[in-house]
């Protein structure tokens, strides 16, 4: 199955998808700043780009860490980025409240991990009629998360997709289990994979999540070779200065060479035949080798 976001699709061995950019809105020149690159470098490389940014992040750890500018000023600026940029825009909603608003500007509406099974959240982005992705819960096993995605289809959307990003490993971590990209795809379902959010060490900062970046060419990798028809990455002109995730958020001047590597991969693994091995109890006598 593929989905349209704006004049490309995704899935289906299409071209790459990339959603990325900062964490959260920290002000106009981050966020024009990151998109204007990204967009440059993603033309460039052949790549499908989505700019990212969170208008508020209402899951943060602690009360006093910063969300962002909040739903209007957000989305204003989000419209400003998809206007002068001409790129599809995404961010995440919260609460019922915001999705007709969000709906108005965004062409992905996304659906926070935490918030995944929140049934009227679902179905209130699923009515905006835009492209809804899932971000599948910590706690969701790979094909628990497809009951989220049919209460997208059932609410009379068929543009969903799902992004993997790590499952709980015992506390403050996460680990990737990347037959859940196969398992999700074969529902019919495009998989992104989040490659930021799965080096996070949830919680694990003091009142902050903690991560380690140096992981995130190596899952990155790992996830292309394993299928995925799209990337969601957190990039930031200076990560170590950045409001929210700076442990994991890669330093705008090292995307060009990361992406480089992923359209190589993906590329390569996109036009390498399928083997389907037999299921336990279909296997026929081997032939013999040699006389």
Not at 103 to 127: H, M, S, W, Y
Not at 179 to 206: C, E, K, N, W, Y
Request: with cysteine; glycine share 8%; hydrophobic share 40%.
């Amino acid at each position: 199955m593929t989905v349209r976001i704006g004049d490309f699709e995704i899935g289906n061995k299409k071209s790459l998808l990339l959603i990325a950019g900062p964490c959260v809105i920290e002000s106009w020149d981050q966020v024009y700043t990151t998109a204007t690159a990204l967009k440059d470098i993603c033309k460039e490389l052949g790549i499908n780009y989505v700019f990212k940014a969170s208008f508020d992040k209402a899951n943060r750890t602690s009360y006093n860490s910063f969300r962002g500018p909040g739903l209007k000023k957000g989305l204003e600026m989000l419209g400003e980025i998809k206007s002068k940029l001409g790129l599809p825009v995404l961010s995440d909603v919260h609460e019922e409240a915001q999705c007709a608003a969000a709906g108005e500007v965004l062409d992905i509406i996304q659906i926070p991990a935490f918030l995944c099974r929140q049934t009227d959240l679902v179905c209130a982005a699923a009515k905006t009629g835009k492209t809804v992705n899932i971000k599948k819960g910590q706690f969701v096993a790979p094909l628990d998360i497809l009951h989220s995605v049919n209460k997208v289809k059932e609410c009379g959307n068929q543009n969903v997709t799902v992004t993997e990003r790590g499952t709980t490993f015992g506390y403050n971590n996460l680990v990737v289990d990347y037959r859940s990209i196969p398992m999700i795809q074969s529902a019919g379902v495009p998989l992104i994979f989040d490659a930021t959010h799965s080096v996070q060490l949830p919680s694990a900062g003091g009142g902050v999540s903690g991560g380690d970046r140096k992981f995130i060419p190596n899952l990155t990798r790992a996830a292309l070779a394993a299928g995925c028809d799209g990337l969601f990455m957190e990039i930031h002109p200076n990560p170590d200065q950045a409001m929210s995730d700076a442990s994991t958020q890669i330093p705008l001047w090292q995307a060009k060479d990361l992406l480089k590597q992923c359209v190589q991969i993906y590329e390569l693994v996109k036009n390498l035949p399928e083997i389907k091995l037999p299921d336990k109890g279909q296997c026929s006598q081997p032939a013999l080798i040699g006389g």
